[in-house]
């Protein structure tokens, strides 16, 4: 079963009122893998709202839009195309499976609001740059909104849902699992910037020189 935390500041045998918590709290409550349970309070239910959000955002899109935003990359390497997609989907599928089985409150109350901090900021951009995207011509770069600070801000807000989820968990496995996925994307976003280069030319070199690839 799960054992859940008392709140910070209540008064315990072991830690008096006004002292704070050990210096190895931390390292205590973040463990390797979190305790897994099947649960109405568990992870999955923020899984949902950023479905949700994803849901309403794309649904606000043209057909046209959509196919554009979830088409796969053409071009490139084949065998690095299916490394990728296999590589992609295996990480994430764990990822998304421990966060459905993970209770609320595994890590100290601090680092939870944290993580959930980090997934609603990511789900906002996530949002936000999806409505700006939708804006801009097809087959052209996105130079308005989050896209005027970043080249990839959904992707941004995506590595942050991911790793707010996996703060919240308390759970140093799916830290190292968020920075695998992080590392995935960012080969798939070298090798989509090669193939932009090639189709674009001079245009999106300055355009590379002007924007960053994730943030200032």
Excluded at 10 to 19: I, K, Y
Excluded at 179 to 205: N, S, T, W
Excluded at 211 to 216: E, G, L, T
């Amino acid at each position: 079963c799960t054992c859940f935390e008392a709140p910070v500041g209540m008064t315990t045998p072991c830690h008096p009122a006004g002292r704070g918590r050990p210096a190895g709290h931390w390292e205590e409550e973040v463990r390797l893998l979190p305790s897994l349970s099947l649960g109405l309070a568990n992870h999955w239910i923020f899984l949902v709202l950023y479905a949700v959000a994803l849901l309403v955002a794309t649904s606000r899109l043209s057909k046209e839009r959509r196919l554009w935003l979830f088409a796969d990359p053409k071009g490139g390497s084949r065998v690095m195309n299916i490394f990728l997609l296999l590589a992609d989907q295996l990480f994430a599928f764990a990822l998304l499976y421990v966060f459905c089985f993970t209770p609320f409150l595994q890590s100290p109350v601090e680092l939870s609001v944290v993580g959930l901090g980090l997934y609603g900021a990511g789900t906002v951009l996530v949002v936000v740059s999806i409505h700006y995207f939708g804006r801009a011509s097809i087959g052209r770069p996105t130079l308005e909104g989050p896209y005027r600070l970043s080249r990839n801000p959904q992707w941004v807000g995506l590595f942050g849902v991911f790793l707010g989820l996996a703060i919240s968990c308390g759970s140093w496995l799916l830290l190292v699992a968020v920075a695998m996925v992080g590392a995935i994307y960012h080969i798939q976003i070298l090798e989509e910037e090669r193939m932009c280069r090639a189709k674009f030319g001079p245009e999106f070199d300055d355009y590379l020189r002007r924007v960053p690839r994730y943030v200032r």
